[in-house]
């Protein structure tokens, strides 16, 4: 244990200046070229890994095979996933790091994601003569446009069936020092609704000759109001918001179509099936009934993401012996945020690590937006528990 401590210190203060350089120079989803290239030397100047591979343009896979002796002829391969893009907002604090970068800042702590998971690669290299495995670690870009896993779980050459585990990292609203656990829903899904209604227009003053699109969409938005509270179990979670509407061009005119947008949220794959159906069945009664077409489509949707029992709890026993069991907490509930680690998760038994990152007397940090920041205990709290899970896993001594 004081060893993971001491190698930890050791190279904090270097993990740190990563952190802040990456807090300097944020870039959006897919455009992590200069991030990208930055921890790939960053990753060869440690030596003595097997594998540095860029997955896309700007995502990187590196590999280290533990040289102690394995227990079956079974190669055991698990994972640690950071993500690399931030978002398009004008940073606001005042920073001697803040963002150089005009309109785009690290307002959701992939930063730290990123430099927490280089320092455990750096750390780990130092255990290989311990380690009876094989760690994967996965530098993903993209989360906030959720294609990055998918980047990732495309490559042919990365063999997923292999994976046995995977744990990810995100900053969170718990006090710096401590980590959030969760087993099994812990996060939404996240689909993008998009519902287009066409009628005819027409004189509003001859009504008769329309079919008129407004009307319909008032019926389905007010319809499908009804599908969460009416359909869906109150003890279980769902979120179906209907957040942009528009629709035809002037007061005397009745509108050709109107164009729905919203979001559903829900936390397991059955829910999520049955109300996207659900809007779908609305949508064509109504078509139907009001003598509109109605189209519908969703985008962009990832999976809700469902923590391992089994993974998280070695995730938790980590936890334990490095921050101490008063600094581990349980997420009473699941958020209704989104994460394309649950692309990850849905394929392999996965724990989402969630790292305190609110400092003491300080206010929540507000992913985001223009004035999250993280506490900077948070990026030792991300370079201990992917280092101490790994080494949890595989039954090291630390
Ligand atoms: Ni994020």
């Given amino acids: 244990m004081g060893k993971l401590r001491e190698l930890e210190a050791g190279i904090n203060r270097e993990i740190v200046e990563v952190w802040h350089h990456l807090h300097q120079n944020p870039e959006l989803s897919l455009q992590e070229y200069k991030t990208a290239d930055y921890i790939e030397q ?15 343009q700007t995502g990187l896979w590196v590999e280290l095979k533990g040289t102690a002796p394995r227990q079956g002829q079974e190669e055991i391969v698990i994972a640690l996933r950071a993500d690399m893009d931030a978002l398009p907002i004008q940073e606001r604090n005042d ?34 003569d311990q380690i009876p495995g094989t760690v994967w670690f996965f ?41 959030r656990l969760r087993e099994g829903p812990t996060l939404a899904s996240a689909d993008l609704l998009r519902i287009k209604i066409t009628g005819q227009s027409a004189h509003a003053a ?25 359909e869906v179990k109150p003890t279980e979670p769902a979120v179906l918001s209907l957040c942009r509407i528009e629709g035809g061009t002037k007061d005397n005119i009745i509108a050709e179509s109107v164009l729905i947008e919203g979001t559903l949220r829900t936390v397991n794959k059955e829910t999520r099936s049955y109300l996207l159906d659900a809007i779908k069945r609305l949508g064509e009664g109504i078509a139907l009934g009001l003598r509109v077409s109605f189209e519908f489509e969703v985008k962009d949707g990832s ?42 998760t849905d394929k392999i038994p996965g724990t989402f690590i969630s790292l305190g990152a609110k400092s003491k007397n300080g206010a929540e940090p507000q992913m985001h937006s ?7 205990e948070t990026v030792r709290t991300g370079i201990l528990i992917y280092s101490g899970f790994v080494l949890e896993y595989f039954g090291v001594d630390f």
């Fill in 95 to 128: 920073l001697p790091f803040k963002s150089n970068v005009p309109g785009v800042m690290h307002a959701c702590g992939h930063d730290v994601h990123t430099s927490a998971l280089l320092g455990a690669v750096r750390v780990l290299e130092k255990y290989r």
């Fill in 42 to 56: 960053a990753l060869r100047q440690i030596g003595g890994l097997d594998r540095i591979k860029r997955v896309g």
């Fill in 303 to 344: 999976l809700p993401l469902i923590g391992d029992p089994g993974v998280t709890k070695v995730a938790e026993a980590a936890g334990r012996k490095i921050f101490g069991a008063e600094n581990i907490e349980f997420a009473s509930h699941a958020e209704m945020g989104g994460e394309d680690f649950a692309f990850f």
């Fill in 206 to 230: 001859s009504p008769n000759n329309s079919r008129d699109p407004i009307v319909a969409a008032a019926h389905l938005i007010v319809q499908i109001q009804t599908l969460v509270s009416r």
């Fill in 370 to 376: 223009p004035g999250f920041y993280t506490d900077e």
């Fill in 139 to 179: 530098f993903q870009p993209a989360e906030e446009t959720l294609q990055g896993a998918l980047t990732f779980l495309a490559d042919p050459e990365i063999d997923f069936g292999k994976l046995r585990a995977i744990a990810g990292a995100h900053v969170g609203n718990a006090e710096a020092g401590k980590i």
